[in-house]
């Protein structure tokens, strides 16, 4: 009579030596795929990276199709979401202390920190889950809470209730604008954002306040007002945020040809906006934010 064995007590997915589990491997070319969630999460929790005090990212991606287990982190994207990180964080400083052009600038280099992590990992196929996560972070810092706190420092405090609320709207709405964009990461056009992005809505808000520094001995006649102006004014780029109005990304613009005539204005406009740079950049920043108001409205027109 055949003897029949039992099964393993130890499935197929554990190893007795999770050092010698060649099931979790950091090369990617020599990992498995896992079809079960329940499984993967089972072997992502027994790498042995999570035993003891250690320092180590170890997450769940995809590579060449397959769901794998990976360590470590990209060093050089993630390097400039932390320079972004580090501006954001400087720029509340700032504020708080008065410094509220050193606040505007430090936003405006995170903003531009912000673009060039994102193409970086893009360049360097340097994409991955943690990374994504990292720059939502960033940003919710430098394009959700620092323009909320520099706005509130320069027109708002004087308000109060209605000024805290009014900066706190700004914040609100940054924090929903990104945990939307994160859900819905592969699910929309990259070719459109739905909702105006956190770091054009800081820049407007950012510009603004620039715009009243540099010209303040016109609007210190009209303390009051401009204070109401600046309330309406941060609430309007929250709702922006959160609105479902679609604005053009410029992600594939640069790989596309246009007529030169294009070239000719694009030069024409940064003259005009080197003349006034916080003006000129407020009024791009302005005529984005119409532009997608606009073309919303045109497009439920033509249904």
Request: hydrophobic residues 50%; aromatic residues 12%.
């Amino acid at each position: 009579m055949t003897n029949i064995q039992p099964p393993n007590s130890q499935s197929n997915y554990q190893s007795n030596d999770p050092l010698n589990d060649e099931a979790l491997q950091d090369s990617a070319s020599t990992q498995p795929p896992f079809v079960d969630d329940h499984e993967f999460s089972i072997r992502l929790a027994d790498n042995k990276g999570y035993d003891g005090l250690t320092f180590e990212v170890i997450e769940a991606e995809v590579a060449e199709g397959k769901r794998v287990v990976s360590r470590g982190v990209y060093l050089a994207p993630n390097l400039i979401t932390t320079l972004s990180l580090l501006s954001g964080f400087y720029s509340i400083l700032a504020s708080t202390q008065g410094e509220f052009y050193k606040a505007s600038l430090a936003i405006f280099l995170s903003a531009i920190l912000d673009g060039a992590d994102g193409r970086v990992a893009r360049m360097l196929n340097a994409q991955s889950p943690f990374g994504e996560q990292y720059d939502s972070l960033a940003d919710m810092l430098a394009f959700g809470i620092a323009p909320a706190i520099l706005i509130y420092s320069f027109a708002l405090e004087p308000l109060g209730r209605i000024g805290l609320g009014c900066a706190f709207v700004f914040t609100a709405c940054g924090a929903f604008r990104l945990a939307r964009f994160n859900v819905q990461i592969g699910e929309v056009d990259k070719k459109y954002f739905v909702g105006l992005a956190s770091p054009l809505a800081a820049i407007l808000v950012t510009s603004a306040v620039m715009v009243a520094v540099d010209h303040n001995q016109w609007i210190g006649q009209y303390d009051t007002a401009v204070m109401f102006l600046f309330a309406a004014w941060v609430v309007i780029c929250g709702l922006l945020m959160v609105s479902n109005v679609k604005y053009y990304s410029f992600k594939e613009f640069d790989k596309k040809k246009v007529p030169f005539v294009v070239l000719i204005i694009g030069v024409l406009v940064m003259s005009i906006v080197l003349y006034d740079i916080p003006v000129g950049i407020l009024a791009i920043g302005i005529i984005y934010a119409l532009s997608g108001i606009v073309t919303t409205l045109k497009a439920k027109s033509e249904k």
